[in-house]
């Protein structure tokens, strides 16, 4: 006979209530705490968030549309989205190699190369931009090289994404990294001894498990190269309708005083931001329940 049945049914809600609950704090103190929470989000998220769309569509939905379909504005757009596909690729190679690297090898200079994926984490936009402009400027120590070869950098597209591949790459590796270590080498080295490549063993064995946090770390890096304003603002030379990202874009009208067209470029950002959350909580719910089905299997 099972245990549980074998319980009289008067003396299970007595056990169920003798378990002691998983935190000990009084209910007031949760309440607050849930409370002080909410109160944060609503105050410094949510409501300045809201305010962008409301000022956005203040003057109308005429105005809110003529303001995302004015050519500078388009320029904008599709400079963000070429900056993003370009940096967003490159990093993905970077991030699954040095990923791949870290966890499954054991090589001098492990550490320092940890260190400088985690180097734009530390180190702000603005220095960044200024280290480019110090290599490919005029005066910078490539500047006479590529003058003399007519090659554009700086104040080009060719600067723009150098600075968003900078700012982005972090995001895949450092979403790799601690899944391909927590998942060990058993199974790499199980392909190997079983005759399996190593270009083999990588498609069939290691990508196939890390697939979810892959796309965690490209989704981030897509949402950080559209959003980015400090590295992409020294390079760009600001010329309106050629090297203006949406950030940019969006301070060029507040600057001009075109309150209604930089909140409706704005809520556009908003928008990109919104839509890779959605995609983010997709992606880590279909990662869980993966991970889930691999257990039950197990």
Do not use: C
């Amino acid at each position: 006979m099972d245990a549980v049945a074998a319980v009289p049914a008067l003396e299970l809600p007595a056990r169920r209530a003798a378990v002691r609950p998983v935190t000990t704090e009084p209910v007031w103190v949760r309440r607050t705490l849930i409370a002080l929470a909410l109160a944060f989000f609503g105050l410094f998220l949510l409501l300045p968030l809201l305010a962008v769309f409301v000022e956005a569509l203040r003057k109308g939905w005429a105005v809110y549309l003529a303001a995302l379909v004015e050519p500078d504005a388009l320029a904008a757009l599709k400079l963000t989205l070429l900056a993003a596909a370009i940096a967003v690729p490159l990093n993905l190679v970077f991030g699954v190699a040095a990923a791949w690297a870290i966890a499954k090898f054991s090589f001098r200079g492990k550490a320092l190369l940890l260190t400088l994926i985690d180097l734009p984490f530390s180190v702000s936009p603005v220095v960044a931009g200024l280290g480019l402009v110090l290599l490919f400027g005029s005066s910078g120590w490539f500047g006479a090289w590529l003058a003399a070869h007519e090659v554009k950098i700086l104040f080009a597209v060719p600067g723009i994404v150098l600075a968003t591949v900078f700012v982005t790459f972090p995001f895949v590796a450092r979403e790799l990294v601690p899944l391909m270590q927590a998942q060990g080498r058993e199974e790499e080295e199980a392909a190997v001894v079983l005759g399996a490549s190593g270009w083999r063993t990588f498609w069939h064995v290691t990508l196939p498990n890390v697939k979810w946090g892959l796309l965690y770390g490209v989704i981030l890096t897509n949402a950080r190269a559209m959003g980015e304003f400090g590295a992409v603002s020294v390079v760009s030379g600001h010329i309106r309708g050629q090297t203006t990202t949406l950030p940019l874009h969006v301070e060029i009208l507040y600057n001009e005083y075109q309150f209604s067209a930089a909140f409706a470029v704005a809520s556009l950002l908003a928008l990109l931001a919104l839509v890779t959350l959605v995609v983010k909580h997709a992606i880590e719910r279909r990662g869980d329940f993966a991970a889930l089905r691999r257990g039950s299997f197990r």
